[in-house]
């Protein structure tokens, strides 16, 4: 195991098994009648992994996707077991990998990210203000940033490997990489799912901007797989702070973001160094997402 100066698992080793993959956040292997999946503390920025990482990230994204499997339990998903103690060969590593990993179900991923939108900001703020279209579809006129919009928009993305770019995909093109069939489940599901973390995380005063899901085919079943609305993969705005019209304050990692981009940094691998502070609030920020999503300190 690699761990940074600020402790920060940044890369994985577990001798004997199979690593499949090493993704942006992710290294996933092979336990041959399932996948381990260890979500290590590197953080990704613009497509882009940053040479330091943020001390317990990993965990806060396994604990929330564990919470939001509980309480999604209605929607099929991957997981087997959170606990890797059951699996012999992964005994010698628990201390490392215990809280931050899921063994899983394999499944046949489909190559979509299912990107969800209730709020008018980032790149589709951006794409609006350009020509009043979020990928591709076009909007009234007169939304402010950061505005909720009056429909929630699914605006999905090709999936691309480390380094490379997702790109928009319209939903022609979905069915064209998924089948009409599959297309239109991993659409609604998406759409079901953001619609039920909203409402739920209204209720504990955290407003989802937008959202990004995978899912893939097990036992014939469109499921739910990787990660579930964490402050990686979602905008986690605070209600009581929540303003139309600017940046609102955020618990996830836009806090990253926004630093970075008063850097004259190109977005292009390598990353910047973050500042010792920059990782300890961003640290701060992954806890207190769970904290208000969960009613729980980690």
Not at 10 to 32: F, Q, S
Not at 42 to 61: I, W, Y
């Amino acid at each position: 195991m690699r761990y940074d100066a600020a402790g920060a698992l940044i890369e994985t080793a577990l001798p004997g098994i199979p690593l499949l993959n090493r993704g942006k956040v992710r290294d996933v292997y092979d336990l041959g009648d399932a996948l381990l999946f260890v979500a290590t503390d590197r953080l990704s920025a613009f497509d882009v992994v940053l040479p330091c990482g943020v001390p317990r990230k990993g965990e806060v994204l396994t604990q929330i996707s564990l919470f939001w499997f509980d309480l999604l339990k209605d929607v099929p998903n991957h997981l087997i077991s959170a606990d890797v103690t059951v699996r012999p060969e992964l005994k010698p590593y628990a201390k490392d990998l215990q809280g931050r990993s899921l063994i899983v179900r394999k499944a046949q991923v489909i190559p979509v990210e299912c990107v969800v939108r209730g709020y008018l900001v980032g790149s589709g703020w951006k794409d609006y203000q350009k020509c009043g279209k979020v990928c591709g579809i076009t909007l009234r006129p007169g939304y402010k940033q950061a505005e909720k919009l009056d429909e929630v928009l699914f605006t999905p993305t090709t999936k691309a490997a480390v380094g490379d770019h997702d790109m928009p995909v319209d939903f022609d093109g979905v069915v064209k990489i998924a089948g009409l069939e599959n297309a239109t489940a991993i659409r609604d599901l998406s759409l079901k799912v953001y619609s039920a973390a909203r409402d739920y995380a209204a209720s504990r005063g955290i407003i989802v901007a937008d959202t990004k899901f995978e899912f893939g085919i097990i036992d014939g079943k469109v499921s739910l797989v990787d990660e579930v609305l964490t402050p990686d993969s979602s905008r986690f705005w605070l209600a009581s702070e929540y303003k139309v019209g600017g940046s609102p304050v955020s618990l996830d990692k836009q806090f990253v973001r926004d630093y970075l981009e008063t850097l004259d940094w190109n977005k292009q691998a390598p990353g910047p160094e973050l500042p010792a502070e920059v990782v300890r609030k961003t640290t701060g920020k992954y806890l207190e997402a769970f904290r208000m999503l969960t009613g729980r300190s980690l």
